[in-house]
Each structure stands twice: as structure tokens, then as C-alpha cells.
């Protein structure tokens, strides 16, 4: 089945990138490296909505291998996604070369998460509104910031997340110290292209467990499942 998918996308003409019109591109870290890189290369989505994380490859002899190869990632990638998630989560092309097959719609990035702060300490329990600034990418030492609506910041830290994993680990500093180390890293599932969970620190009798990616309403709605409750 892949192999048929390489074999057509490589012939089909799509349209000439225009990265002005593609945030994924002009504004994720991963998307403009991408286009850095060596051709022939591709990148692959997961759809439906739900499913929307990326993989991509480069540095091939042949624009059909790059998207084979491209493909066979992404599937690994879905099938350990369809398990978590409990749907049917499948690939389709995004990008080969400088052509590109999906709309800016269909290839959706955000830098800036919804999020919310739990926290538990010598003073009580609060909630803290705000947002997360991530890459939202997979890799060693991925920046992942906590800031409260006005902008103040709580929380600066980094994770660490394997290609096929949902779970990883961080590393996050809070309240100038006062609540921080490391950090249970878990990755629900996906949003507009960016993944949404949580992060647990435990420091003493202290904790913070922040919920990244998700509109306060809907957490409010999932909140026993994403805290186990």
C-alpha cells in the first residue's frame, strides 16, 4: 500500500510551496529545518484531526523513496497513536521537494498551548490559567515554557521525546525555584498539529502538575481521565 502512495505521489504535480502562507513552515523550528535540508524529502501527517503529528525525512536518491520512507515512519508513528487514542489513525502526504499537497488548514501549528497549573503546596491548592510556549517537537532538550495570561512566566523547562513515544521526561523549574525537577512528561494525544497532556513535578511536599494543549473547557470536561482521577 505504501509502496503504491510513493509511487503516486511522485507523480502528482500538487502545488509550488508558498511559505508565506504556511505558518508551519515560516514559524515551527521543525518545518523551516526541513526545508533546509538535502532533496529529495518529504513529510508525512497523520489525519484525522485527532491523529495531526508530522514526520519527515530527507536526503534521498529518489522523490518515491523519500515519501516511502516518509510513510512507513508515520505509520509506525499512527499505529502507536490508534492504540492510545482507541482510532483509526492513518498518513497521508503533506510536502515532497518544494511541492506541497494539503492546504495551511490541513498543516496546522501552534508555538503558543492553552495550559493550566495545578498546584499543590505548603499554602494550599490553585489553579493558575495561562499557556505554554513549545516547539511541540520530539527530540532531546525541547524548550517548554509556563506562563500565566498576563504574560508573567512560572515555569521554564525542557523535555525529552522519543519519535514513537508517549511518554518522556522533563526537566521543570517554577516559581523561582520553589517548585522544581524533574518532570513525568505524557503526551494524550494531538490538536492542531501540537500534542496535549500533562507534566507532573514533585518536589517534597510540593507539586505542580501542568496540562498543556487543551482550552480550559474542554479540560474541565476530561479532567479525571488527564489527572487519573
Known amino acids: 500500500m505504501i509502496e503504491g502512495q510513493a509511487n503516486r505521489y511522485g507523480s502528482?504535480?500538487?502545488?509550488?510551496?508558498?511559505?508565506?502562507?504556511?505558518?508551519?513552515?515560516?514559524?515551527?523550528?521543525?518545518?523551516?529545518?526541513w526545508l533546509n535540508k538535502p532533496k529529495h524529502r518529504a513529510i508525512a501527517i497523520g489525519h484525522p484531526a485527532q491523529c495531526?503529528?508530522?514526520?519527515?525525512?530527507?536526503?534521498?536518491a529518489k522523490a518515491s523513496t523519500a515519501v516511502r520512507?516518509?510513510?512507513?515512519?508515520?505509520?509506525?508513528?499512527?499505529?502507536?497513536?490508534?492504540?492510545?487514542?482507541?482510532?483509526?489513525?492513518?498518513?497521508?502526504?503533506?510536502?515532497?521537494?518544494?511541492?506541497?499537497?494539503?492546504?495551511?488548514?490541513?498543516?496546522?501549528?501552534?508555538?503558543?498551548?492553552?495550559?493550566i497549573a495545578?498546584?499543590?503546596?505548603?499554602?494550599?491548592?490553585?489553579?493558575?490559567?495561562?499557556?505554554?510556549?513549545t516547539t511541540g517537537r520530539t527530540g532531546m532538550r525541547q524548550p517548554f515554557d509556563f506562563y500565566t495570561q498576563n504574560d508573567q512566566k512560572v515555569c521554564e523547562g525542557q523535555y525529552n521525546l522519543?519519535?514513537?513515544?508517549?511518554?518522556?521526561?522533563?526537566?521543570?523549574?517554577?516559581f523561582g525555584g520553589k517548585i522544581k525537577g524533574p518532570a513525568v512528561f505524557k503526551v494524550v494525544g494531538?490538536?492542531?498539529?501540537?500534542?496535549?497532556?500533562?507534566?507532573?513535578?514533585?518536589?517534597?511536599?510540593?507539586?505542580l502538575i501542568l496540562v498543556y494543549g487543551l482550552p480550559s473547557d474542554e479540560f474541565e470536561t476530561r479532567r479525571a481521565e488527564l489527572l487519573g482521577q
Open 12 to 33: 502528482m504535480q500538487g502545488q509550488v510551496l508558498d511559505v508565506t502562507k504556511y505558518p508551519f513552515f515560516s514559524e515551527n523550528s521543525f518545518g523551516k529545518d
Open 52 to 60: 495531526a503529528t508530522y514526520n519527515g525525512r530527507w536526503r534521498h
Open 69 to 115: 520512507r516518509t510513510l512507513q515512519d508515520c505509520m509506525q508513528r499512527m499505529a502507536e497513536l490508534s492504540r492510545h487514542l482507541g482510532k483509526k489513525c492513518e498518513c497521508r502526504l503533506a510536502a515532497l521537494d518544494d511541492r506541497i499537497f494539503v492546504s495551511p488548514k490541513e498543516l496546522p501549528f501552534r508555538k503558543q498551548l492553552p495550559a
Open 118 to 133: 495545578l498546584v499543590k503546596d505548603t499554602k494550599g491548592r490553585k489553579e493558575i490559567l495561562g499557556y505554554a510556549l
Open 162 to 174: 522519543g519519535g514513537m513515544a508517549m511518554k518522556g521526561e522533563a526537566y521543570l523549574n517554577c
Open 190 to 207: 494531538f490538536r492542531e498539529g501540537q500534542a496535549y497532556g500533562t507534566a507532573l513535578v514533585k518536589a517534597g511536599d510540593n507539586q
